[in-house]
């Protein structure tokens, strides 16, 4: 059933999905992409030999529509998005879509369904969830020769626990080998995150805590978000690792974090070193930036900074990030697509 604006309660929406009128759709054959249009069919109509069905050929991305309060639409970076996604095409041996075509489809949907972006103020956004997948039949192994790339959009609130820290559990598995696919955002890696997530969320958990996957020393990410640490000295430093994903939000904070006099450093940090930082967080487009109270490991609980409350240099940060992304600070050139 289709989403009705009247039924949305801003300050509770949730993170899950919801029926808009309109999404973009274009398909891939004949070795080319094909004109895309905006379609109201929410439903795909696979054949039971699809090649996403049986070997996983999907990519997909997370960006945000957020409302100004004159009233007008930011995206924050979409052109990195339609970087990214190129980057997992090419691993998961798929057909790039065309980067302009894709932040110029972002727009389409985010306009046809422009009554559903939150008020401003409302702690809420449009998440947008451009994906493709190969539709084409096939029994061998191999790459599909037809594909469907669609953006839906959904009205959401807070994915982890907003500002308010949450208390994670370090996983006994691997979420992505060293040279898989962790640095693509395709959902095989998160299908190997849901029995750990599962089982975390039934003991109280947000989430996992991912080590890296050779020698399980050094911190890699969450489930659906990357690590930061501000050290016992104020610098942030952030994991460096062949198996996580290259974060937005990442890149921004490590920007943004310079102009704050952070020193901030990408490099790997050791589980040990993770427990002894001053605060910590989780960042990425649906985490926002989202404070971690505790990690737990081999039964032990660590508490960073504090179960209750968020760290200072958290708070600067998250106001940092977030006034930029709804335009209430300007950021460095070409962060934000006003529409
Ligand atoms: N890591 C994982 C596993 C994610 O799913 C996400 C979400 O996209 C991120 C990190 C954060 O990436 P970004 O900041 O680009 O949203
Ligand atoms: C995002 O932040 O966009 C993601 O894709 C994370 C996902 C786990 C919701």
Known sequence: MKQRVEDLDWKNLGFVYRDLPYRYEAKYKDGEWQEGKLVEDSTITLSEGAEV????????????????????????????????????????????????????????????????????DSGATLYLRPFMVGTSNVLGVQAADEY????????????????????????????????????????????????????????????????????????????????????????????????????????????????????????QITLEEAFKMKEAGAMGTAAVISPVGSITYNGKKHVIYSETETGPVTTKLYNELVDIQYGKKKGPEGWVQTL
């Open 148 to 267: 469907v790339f669609r953006i839906f959009a959904v009205p959401v609130g807070a994915y982890i626990k907003g500002l308010n820290p949450a208390d994670y559990i370090v996983s006994d598995y691997d979420r992505a080998a060293y040279a898989g696919t962790g640095q693509a955002k395709t959902s095989g890696n998160y299908a190997s995150s849901l029995l750990p997530s599962v089982e975390a969320h039934k003991n109280g958990y947000a989430d996992c805590l991912y080590l890296d996957p050779r020698e399980h020393k050094y911190v890699d990410e969450f489930g659906g978000a990357n690590f930061y640490g501000i050290t016992q000295e104020g610098q942030f430093v952030t994991p460096k690792s062949k198996s996580i994903l290259i974060s937005i939000t990442k890149r921004s904070l490590l920007e943004l974090a310079k102009e704050q006099g952070l020193n901030p450093v990408e490099r």
């Open 53 to 120: 069905l049986h070997y996983g050929q999907e990519i997909f991305e997370g960006l945000k529509a957020y409302r100004r309060e004159d009233g007008k639409i930011n995206l924050f970076r979409p052109d990195q998005n339609a970087h990214r996604f190129t980057l997992s095409a090419q691993r998961l041996a798929m057909p790039p879509f065309p980067e302009d075509r894709f932040v110029e489809a972002v727009k389409q949907v985010v306009h046809a369904n422009e009554e559903f972006v939150p008020p401003y």
